[in-house]
């Protein structure tokens, strides 16, 4: 009676396979990294954004709208969020100023930032 043929791997063939898992696993994590890292930032600039837009909402709700700078922090709830805020008037209509907010932020020894600008009449805020 004869033997069925053993199905197993060879030496060969389990050495190629680590050989091409050594050349591709570097590879998959380089860019799980990466990934990671794009994630961050994104979480971060949305949070700017978001933490620019409000500080913009209170500023004309504020109706302090004389030209000047001003700038500060977001406390404790932000702590790695500063800002500084910009008055000017706007050169097409008296009535109408722009204000400019500046959020930075330090990631990995760099300094980020995110700017919005926008108009506001004087007599709602300016």
């Known amino acids: 009676m004869r033997r069925p043929p053993r199905s197993a791997f060879t030496l060969i063939e389990v050495l190629a396979t680590l050989t091409l898992a050594g050349i591709i696993l570097p590879a ?4 799980i990294h990466l990934s990671l890292e794009v994630a961050g930032d994104a979480r971060d600039r949305t949070e700017a954004v978001a933490l620019a837009r409000d500080l913009m909402a209170e500023l004309i709700a504020a109706g302090d709208t004389q030209d000047g700078e001003s700038s500060g922090d977001f406390g404790e709830a932000h702590p ?5 805020a910009r008055w000017d008037e706007w050169a097409e209509d008296n009535r109408l100023a722009q204000l400019e907010v500046t959020v930075t932020w ?3 020894a ?14 709602g805020g300016r």
């Open 106 to 108: 330090t990631r990995h």
């Open 80 to 84: 790695r969020f500063r800002w500084e």
């Open 28 to 31: 998959v994590v380089r860019g």
């Open 110 to 123: 760099q300094q980020r930032s995110v700017s919005l600008t926008t108009l506001a009449y004087e007599g």
